[in-house]
């Protein structure tokens, strides 16, 4: 593995914060370019993200790796897992929690040594860690 990686996205704003908008690239896949605008964090739908959905998605990915990787480490590769995040957003006081849901199927593994990595994963994957203060839910579906 590389000893350090940086990780480049860039956003483009135009106008105010309640009519203006915006894109957001993944500079350093360059995958993706998402539309983003201040509606959608209060109003969230079709065609435009918001940071809440981005972090989601950091976090629901990196879960994901850390907890398979977990799982793996004791002897217990994973055929699937699948883990859904829900960040919550209100304007008065920004972002307030993540609600996380995981399944999958491990060969070998009992529901509670399950629902005992899972709960790992959440404490320990590095964007739970970045997220720090950030209070975050666990449900298990074993």
């Known amino acids: 593995m590389a000893n350090s990686t940086v990780s480049t996205a860039s956003t483009h704003w135009e106008g105010g914060l309640t009519d203006g908008a915006g894109q957001t690239t993944l500079e350093t896949s360059g995958v993706v370019t998402l539309d983003v605008a201040w ?9 435009t993200t918001n940071p809440e959905e981005l ?19 004791n002897g217990h590769a994973p055929e699937f897992l699948d883990t859904t995040v829900e960040v ?16 999958g199927k491990v060969p070998g593994l009992d529901a509670e040594a399950f629902k005992e990595k899972a709960e790992w994963a ?3 994957c590095p964007v739970s860690k970045a997220l720090g203060g950030l209070k975050k839910e666990l449900v298990v579906n074993a």
């Open 39 to 47: 509606g959608k964090r209060t109003d969230p739908g079709q065609g």
């Open 55 to 73: 972090i989601a998605a950091a976090f629901a990915t990196c879960y994901s790796m850390a907890l398979t990787n977990e799982l793996t480490e």
């Open 88 to 103: 919550s957003f209100n304007p008065k006081d920004g972002i307030s929690g993540a609600k996380l849901t995981v399944s």
């Open 122 to 124: 959440k404490d320990n």
